[in-house]
C-alpha cells in the first residue's frame, strides 16, 4: 500500500531552520514526482515545492525562493523539505504528497498526514 509519513514538524523561532521528511512506502521515490504543499489555519491549501522525477525542483510559491529547498535519498526512499529563514507566515501544516514524472500541482495523487510548522517568538 502507497503510504507517506511527515515527519519534522515542531516550534522554531523566527529566522530559524528546519528539516521536514517525507518517509515512502509502498512505492520507490526515484520513481515519482513528490510535492510539498501547506496549509495555514482558516486557508485554503497551497503548494510549497516539489521535486520531479527526475531531479528538477520546482517552486510553486515564490515567498519561499531562496529560503526553502527538497531533496531525495533514494537509499532511505525519503524526501527532504530544508527549511531556512522562518517566518511566521511558513506556520502551517506541512504535507507532502505523491505526484507523476513532473511537478505538476493538480497530479498529485497520494498525501501524508501532515506535520505542524509553527514559526513564533
Known amino acids: 500500500q502507497v503510504q507517506l509519513v511527515e515527519s519534522g514538524g515542531g516550534l522554531v523561532q523566527p529566522g530559524g531552520s528546519l528539516r521536514l521528511s517525507c518517509a515512502a512506502s509502498?512505492?520507490?521515490?526515484?520513481?515519482?514526482?513528490i510535492g510539498w504543499f501547506r496549509q495555514a489555519p482558516g486557508k485554503e491549501r497551497e503548494g510549497v515545492m516539489c521535486i520531479s522525477r527526475f531531479g528538477g525542483r520546482v517552486y510553486y510559491q515564490d515567498s519561499v525562493k531562496g529560503r526553502f529547498t527538497t531533496s531525495r535519498d533514494n537509499g532511505k526512499n525519503t524526501v527532504y523539505l530544508q527549511m531556512s529563514s522562518l517566518k511566521p507566515e511558513d506556520t502551517a501544516v506541512y504535507y507532502c504528497a505523491r505526484g507523476q514524472d513532473l511537478c505538476i500541482r493538480s497530479q498529485h495523487d497520494y498525501w501524508g498526514q501532515g506535520t505542524q510548522v509553527t514559526v513564533s517568538s
Open positions: 509502498g512505492f520507490t521515490v526515484a520513481d515519482y514526482a
